[in-house]
């Protein structure tokens, strides 16, 4: 399977020279990063860097601690502890590449500095419907994670043999791997298949990575997951929905750290039935994070659009809640009725 003329040869010429004729880069993702987040920005660093290229990673919060394992992550600049340097490096480049979000909304609180900097802003991204104001799109809603893209395009670019090691194909392959959930949804596609040959072939040790990041846990997050689908996981039967709730209070019982619940959203969609999931998280008080999933044609990235501020892939997606949790709950519980319509037939 070839990985050639996925992305159109003049956007992968423009994004060639881009890189040959500057010398400056920053790389930003989404607050919040996740593995296809930090993996393909680091990805694309280690490539930069290769190339002799001066190149920052800037995330605009702390990625969870799961990720820290990946090759690079302790060169990272944090805006949100590093909000000077941060704004600094954003101003003095030439170059930004925007990967992972299709939203200046999505970085939070670099929005300003993102779009105060006069650098060439290239966007690589697969979540549908961007509404960026930059210099160069490369948007792909039907790929699975930003990292394949990216590998896709640097593979047509020719960047792959010379500058990929194994370090940077590590880095890739682990955001391939997160969000696929380790190739369970989303992966019917080919070419990733051929992209993972090419990565194992650069040293990368998938089974590790698998027990790294999706067969480690600690302690707390064992406790908070069991606890969580034991006693605060109801299931909706009329709107065939689950709905889990954790308040500040219970992940304070808990030491709740970020990444701790990272795919208990999902648990819910084992149960035969269960067409969607939610997942109401207090971070702060009066603000509450929500989490969606969904199985088939039931779009849950509409119903965070249209409610929580938010948006996402069509399975998969998320948004806020400006309220208390018991709030919120109402809210949520109060428009899930309007979707019953569009739920899929029962089976019989
Ligand atoms: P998660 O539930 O893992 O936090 O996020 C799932 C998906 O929803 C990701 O693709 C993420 O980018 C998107 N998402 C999560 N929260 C938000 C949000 O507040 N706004 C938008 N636009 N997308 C979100
Ligand atoms: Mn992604």
Redesign the pocket.
């Known amino acids: 399977m070839t990985l050639d003329n996925i992305i159109s040869p003049d956007k992968v010429q423009a994004v060639k020279q881009a890189v040959d004729s500057h010398s400056r880069f920053v790389i930003v993702c989404?607050m919040?990063p996740?593995g296809d987040?930090l993996g393909s920005s680091l990805c694309l660093w280690h490539m930069l860097t290769a190339m002799g290229k001066s190149a920052f990673v800037v995330t605009p919060d702390m990625p969870s601690h799961n990720l820290m394992f990946l090759p690079g992550s302790d060169k990272i600049v944090v805006a949100s502890c590093h909000t000077a340097r941060a704004a600094s490096l954003l101003s003095k480049t030439d170059v930004i590449f925007c990967l992972?979000?299709?939203?200046f909304?999505?970085v939070d609180r670099m929005k300003p500095m993102l779009e105060s900097s006069q650098a060439k802003k290239i966007m690589i991204d697969h979540?549908l419907n961007p509404i960026a104001d930059v210099d160069l799109l490369i948007s792909r809603p039907e790929e699975p994670s930003t990292c394949s893209l990216l590998y896709t395009l640097a593979h047509s670019a020719g960047w792959t043999d010379s500058w990929l090691d194994k370090d940077g194909a590590t880095c890739c392959y682990t955001g391939m791997m997160t969000?696929t959930g380790n190739f369970s949804y989303n992966s019917n596609h080919p070419h990733l298949y051929t992209i993972i040959a090419q990565l194992v072939t650069k040293g990368v040790d998938k089974d590790a990575i698998y027990n790294r990041v999706m067969n480690t846990n600690t302690l707390q997050r064992l406790r908070i997951m069991g606890y969580a689908e034991y006693a605060k996981m109801d299931i909706l039967q009329q709107h065939r929905c689950a709905l889990i709730t954790l308040s500040r209070k219970e992940l304070d019982e808990f030491s709740y750290t970020k990444g701790d619940t990272?795919s208990l959203?999902n648990v819910p969609l084992s149960i035969p039935g269960v067409v969607y999931s939610i997942?109401l998280r207090e971070d702060e008080p009066d603000f509450v994070?929500?989490?969606?999933?969904s199985r088939g044609e039931f779009s849950v990235?509409d119903i965070?659009?249209a409610h929580?501020?938010?948006?996402?892939?069509h399975n998969?997606?998320?948004?806020?809640i400006h309220a208390s949790l018991q709030e919120a709950t109402s809210q949520v519980l109060a428009i899930l009725p309007q979707y019953d319509h569009l739920l899929p037939q029962q089976p019989e």
């Not at 994070?289 to 999933?293: A, E, F, L, P, T």
């Not at 929580?308 to 892939?313: K, M, Q, W």
């Open positions: 989404h919040t996740d987040a992972d979000f299709n939203d909304m999505r979540h969000d990272e959203v997942y994070k929500v989490s969606m999933r990235k965070c659009e929580f501020g938010g948006g996402g892939h998969a997606a998320g948004g806020e």
